[in-house]
């Protein structure tokens, strides 16, 4: 009798019907999110380390990820400094590629709520990618961070209510 009340308790997670993000998921999320970002330009390097991702019952999935939306030259011995015209090429080509990256971010909130038949319709898809940028650099009107959230609901719908937040 013991052994089948306590068979019976051990199974019972297996037939309650809240499911839950799991961590396999939340890699698949991340994975996509590499993949997306790797492929929106031709520089290799944009994606600085890996995308991490965490799920928060009761609230949603939080993505973050680190971009470098053009490569900048070392200093080398034969070059010390950027040019003020070097400077400001870089400046315009990151401010060039600003709209790129958020549709692409946009696309990777959609994608990744329907990805996330678990969670609940209410609580919220976030992709936070923080944006490298040297001390060198002229960055007025350039964002250090973009976040971007929805609730999952939202998003797949045809019209998603995107917040979009830049630091």
Do not use: H, W
């Amino acid at each position: 009798m013991k052994r089948l009340l306590l068979a019976c308790l051990l199974a019972l997670p297996a037939f309650s019907d809240k499911q839950t993000v799991d961590r396999n998921l939340i890699g698949q999320l991340e994975q996509n999110c590499n993949r997306r970002i790797e492929t929106l330009y031709d520089d290799p390097y944009m994606l600085l380390g890996l995308t991490r991702g965490v799920y928060l019952e009761g609230y949603g999935v939080v993505l973050s990820a680190e971009v470098n939306l053009a490569i900048t030259p070392g200093a080398t011995p034969f070059r010390m400094a950027m040019s003020d015209e070097e400077k400001a090429a870089l400046r315009k080509k990151k401010l060039d590629r600003l709209p790129g990256l958020k549709q692409a971010m946009r696309e990777v909130l959609t994608t990744s709520a329907k990805a996330l038949q678990p969670m609940a319709a209410g609580e919220q898809v976030v992709l936070a990618i923080t944006l490298m940028n040297r001390s060198f650099e002229q960055t007025q009107g350039l964002p250090s961070q973009i976040v971007m959230q929805a609730p999952k609901q939202s998003l797949l719908t045809g019209t998603p209510a995107i917040q979009v937040r830049e630091y």
